[in-house]
């Protein structure tokens, strides 16, 4: 059953249709081909329907869809029977064949081209150069057969003109190495179809290459071959018919010189085919008439171009046109033709040329390809799939000889099929146990043994006729088949049914085909049934001096007194040729492709019913249905049914636990009430209705849907899991890589400090590593250690000070926060006396502040002050732990001012080097002061003075405000005002003097 193809195109196999009837076969061929599905199966054949449009169907993307499937797996396709056909041929080692038939039109030559495509496609995956040269060969000599063998006609711009049977040689590993061809070339032709507008070889056609080599042949060609474009002046390219000239008939022209080359024609042999196609158009505008009693040539210019070309005398040629050469006894007589005959012998020779031509070629290409020095014990067996493209039954209004050898081809084949197809069948039964029940169908050995028969067929007939001895005629010959085969209930004439008037006396007889009713002309068969071609003929071709010409007409070596034996006739050629070509395929396991014409029109939207079902009945594709259908509609293996239906039964989806896939089949079959409709072989099962198959199949589509669900649920989350475990992993990962990182950072840390406690500097000179990135999130942590080591550093430094002198280094360090960066001499590199009038006078200013009840004097210093009423004075400053005290030195340091601490809010200096200080108070009642000393008198004590209160007030947990500024703010009881420093160089010491915006401290300039 083909998958992938839903009901709405139609039954992909007609074996399938409910009831086996021509109505519903044509509906069901008619809904394909309007729904494009040009192929449809009948069993393992293939029905296939000319669409006459290029579809997107033969890719290679559709090829890898094809190859290695089984036929019921994808849907119909020329691929899959191609594909069966060689993989039978390279699993089984079996020679298979693939036989396409179908009428002229129907596509059986694009079908032979697919196929050999596909086989091409598929073979050679490692590329051996010499299975490459093949395959290009096998394809190239496509074009070449069709270029000489095919024709434009009235029904078909591609007609096959000849029957082509292709062997294909397979080495073991299935690789192609060679191949033959057989060609069954049929046309023929009598002296009357001259006067009924003969065109060349088949009214009305012309062949391809004729056309092709006068659009496609360049000018310096044309011209050494006398020859011009225009079609129309040649008289064997259809006479009164219209000619369609292609656009494409110059590229494919050059495509067969390509391919020719291709193949191995020697430029000299390809010149000498197109010097052979231009003398046979030369030929037919060869006019004859009579002198008197002597027949002339009335154009003997051409006679001269035509010996030119075959490489002969002109006057040879025309004798051979003109006379006959016959030998009565021991003397050899000229005898003169008449006008009619001259005709007759032209037209036969130009034809005889054109065979001869074609077999040639045939030849070559075979010589090309033929296997060569294969030897089966050390290669393996030498396999072949053969492809077999020929003409399909014939009907006309007026058929012939032609029609009548074409259509007895098809009995034959016909025959050979429904033998086949039978013995098939019944092998299978056989093989799998099955009773065996007679089929009826119509056996056409009988229309065989009509035509074929020893001494009592037509054909045997025919050749007595042309073996008598005087004149025999056509009429005589259909006198002979009344007196013969009257009695036969198949053949029937005039004379023999006086009553059927669409028989004419004397020329017409019916043969009963098995396609359908045939009625052929007698007239010409005698004829064509003769070899008509003069010897003169045959020895003027022989004595040419080109040696291809030679060498096609070995016959003409013998002289007229020599030529006693006569040739078969062309019927008999014809009959040995087809006993040949099926015991050929009989020996094979064949494969089918039936090709229709879905209308005369060539368009691709029409189907002509009556037509197609015409095609349909002389194919015998309804009898094929009944047989394929006798009993069972369907049969497949238990494991390949089963891996189809079983996820319709609980018993076998997933997997089953029965002893055997039978048993398993047959518990399916039984869940769903089917047992009654099928039968059950040793390894395959038989199901007898359609009905059953296409329920099994909508259980399949509908629990497709659930499966299909179900597994994108396990999938997803499949996936998901996977996703989470990766994840998690990742993230393990990325979470030990980060221990490492952040372990790997604290072992060199302490790796670079583990002997910092020996240090001098305690590790100061050490550089911190990087820290690394996992790092990065936790800057304020590792700035935190960084800062913990340097406060630890500064412990271990306080640690080695000595107690008496960390309150120095205390207010250093104060002094430093506050004014580092803001005035460049602070006095850290000298020692910090503190109280500095002690120097002079301790007992009087301890007695002067006996009631402060202080701890420790933080600060004392002379110093300059200016009051608010702009009056300058030297004075004393004493800090202690509580009050600042100002005192006047000159008075034995009375204290004119007492400041508490706690009423001190901040001090302001500013960013020179002077020693400008303005204390400033809640009250507003700022104190500005300029500390100086006499001994050394360059000492800077402004930044001891603002560490050792900062540092106190820092104990103390309170905040002192230091502003370093110029000018400085302050305030005198309420009144605002500024004090700027100035330096003056004539200035001994420094003093304040007043200004409109305040005071102006002059300061030394030294």
Not at 585 to 596: D, T, W
Not at 760 to 767: I, L, P, S
């Amino acid at each position: 059953m083909a998958e992938q193809e839903s009901l709405e195109f139609g039954k992909a196999d007609f074996v399938l249709m409910d009831t086996v009837t021509m109505p519903e076969f044509m509906a069901n061929l008619r809904l394909r081909f309007e729904k494009g599905r040009i192929y449809t199966f009948i069993g393992e054949v293939v029905v296939s329907v000319n669409p006459y449009k290029n579809l997107n169907i033969y890719g290679r993307d559709t090829i890898e869809q094809y190859r290695g499937r089984e036929l019921y797996e994808r849907p119909p396709h020329l691929f899959a029977i191609a594909d069966a056909a060689y993989k039978a041929m390279k699993r089984r080692s079996k020679d298979t064949c693939i036989v396409i038939s179908g009428e002229s039109g129907a596509g059986k030559t694009e079908a032979s081209k697919y196929i050999m495509h596909y086989i091409a496609a598929i073979t050679n995956p490692g590329q051996r150069a010499e299975v490459e040269r093949v395959k290009n060969i096998l394809l190239k000599s496509n074009c070449v057969l069709e270029a000489f063998g095919n024709a434009k006609t009235n029904r078909n711009d591609n007609s096959s003109r000849f029957g082509k049977y292709m062997d294909i040689n397979f080495d073991f590993k299935g690789d192609p190495i060679g191949g033959h061809i057989n060609n069954y070339l049929l046309e023929k032709m009598n002296k009357k179809e001259k006067k009924e507008g003969f065109s060349f070889f088949h009214s009305p056609c012309l062949k391809l290459l004729f056309v092709q080599l006068l659009q496609g042949g360049s000018d310096q060609m044309l011209r050494s071959l006398h020859l011009q474009k225009d079609a129309s002046a040649y008289s064997y390219i259809s006479p009164g018919a219209q000619i369609k000239c292609s656009i494409n008939d110059g590229a494919e022209f050059k495509a067969v010189a390509d391919a020719m080359k291709v193949i191995g024609f020697k430029q000299e042999e390809i010149q000498t085919v197109y010097k052979i196609v231009a003398a046979i158009l030369h030929l037919g505008n060869l006019k004859f008439s009579v002198d008197g009693d002597t027949p002339v040539i009335e154009n003997s210019k051409v006679v001269s171009i035509i010996a030119d070309l075959l490489s002969t005398k002109s006057d040879m040629v025309e004798k051979a046109l003109l006379f006959r050469t016959v030998a009565t006894g021991r003397d050899v007589i000229d005898k003169q033709h008449t006008e009619q005959e001259a005709t007759y012998g032209r037209d036969a020779f130009a034809k005889a040329i054109y065979e001869r031509l074609f077999a040639w070629i045939v030849t070559h290409i075979n010589d090309v390809i033929e296997v060569k020095n294969y030897d089966t014990t050390v290669h393996g067996k030498n396999t072949v799939i053969g492809v077999l493209d020929i003409y399909g039954f014939e009907i006309f209004d007026n058929n012939s000889f032609e029609q009548f050898c074409i259509n007895y081809c098809n009995e034959k084949l016909q025959q050979l099929f429904i033998q086949l197809v039978l013995k098939q069948e019944q092998e299978e039964y056989q093989r799998e146990g099955i009773p065996w029940k007679h089929i009826d169908y119509f056996n056409n050995q009988v229309i065989v043994d009509l035509v074929e028969q020893q001494h009592k067929g037509i054909i045997s007939i025919l050749d007595d006729a042309c073996m008598n001895v005087g004149k025999v005629t056509d009429e005589m010959f259909l006198e002979a088949l009344n007196n013969k085969l009257g009695k036969h209930a198949h053949f029937s004439s005039r004379k023999l049914c006086a009553t059927d008037k669409t028989l004419e006396f004397d020329r017409d007889f019916r043969i009963k085909h098995y396609a359908g009713d045939v009625i052929y002309s007698v007239t010409g068969f005698i004829d064509k049934n003769k070899d008509t071609l003069f010897q003169d003929f045959k020895r003027l071709m022989y004595n040419s001096s080109n040696p291809v010409l030679k060498m096609m007409w070995p016959e003409g070596k013998l002289s007229i007194t020599e030529v006693t034996k006569r040739p078969l006739t062309a019927a008999t050629l014809f009959k040995n040729s087809m006993i040949a070509l099926v015991d050929n395929l009989a020996s094979k396991e064949p494969y089918y492709v039936r090709c229709i014409k879905p209308n005369d029109k060539k368009s691709p939207q029409l189907f002509d019913e009556e037509r197609c079902r015409h095609q349909v009945e002389y194919l015998g594709l309804l009898e094929n249905v009944r047989v394929r259908r006798a009993g069972f509609a369907y049969r497949q293996t238990y494991e390949k049914f089963l891996h189809r239906y079983k996820m319709i039964s609980e018993f076998t989806w997933p997997n089953h636990d029965l002893p055997s896939d039978k048993d398993a089949v047959k518990k399916l079959i039984e869940c769903h009430g089917f047992q009654h409709d099928v039968a059950y072989g040793k390894t395959k099962i038989f199901i007898r209705t359609p009905r059953t198959l296409f329920t099994l199949e909508e259980l399949h589509a509908k629990m497709l849907v659930r499966i299909v669900l179900f597994l994108q649920k396990v999938w997803r989350g499949t996936l998901a899991r996977l996703r989470y475990k990766r994840t998690k992993a990742a993230l393990t990962i990325l979470k030990y890589y980060r221990r490492y990182k952040v372990k790997s950072y604290i072992q060199e840390v302490a790796r670079r400090f583990h002997n910092v406690r020996q240090m001098k500097d305690y590790g100061k000179h050490v550089q911190w590593p990087t820290p690394p990135k996992v790092l990065r999130r936790f800057e304020e942590p590792v700035e935190l250690m960084q800062v913990f080591c340097g406060r630890w550093r500064a412990g271990e430094l306080i640690r080695s000070v000595p107690p008496e002198v960390l309150p120095q280094l205390r207010a250093k360090v104060a002094a430093m926060e506050v004014l580092k960066g803001h005035r460049a001499d602070i006095g850290l590199q000298r020692a910090w006396e503190g109280n500095y009038i002690a120097l002079v006078s301790t007992s009087e200013v301890i007695s002067r502040v006996a009631g402060d009840k202080y701890m420790n004097v933080l600060f004392s210093c002379h110093v300059r002050k200016v009051n608010r009423f702009n009056k300058v004075e030297d004075r004393a400053i004493f800090i202690t732990d509580r009050h600042l005290y100002k005192m006047d030195p000159m008075k034995q340091y009375k204290v004119m001012k007492t400041i508490p601490l706690y009423n001190l809010v901040g001090l302001s200096v500013s960013n020179g080097k002077d020693q400008l200080v303005v204390f400033h108070t809640k009250d507003n009642k700022d104190l500005i002061v300029c500390l100086f000393s006499k001994e050394p008198s360059n000492d800077s004590r402004i930044g001891e003075l603002v560490g050792v209160l900062a540092s106190h007030f820092k104990r103390s947990k309170r905040t002192l405000q230091v502003s370093v500024t110029n000018p400085v703010q302050c305030s005198l009881h309420g009144r605002k005002c500024t004090v700027s420093v100035e330096t003056k160089i004539n200035q001994s010491q420094p003093d304040f003097t007043k200004h409109r915006s305040g005071f102006i401290l002059c300061v030394p300039g030294n």
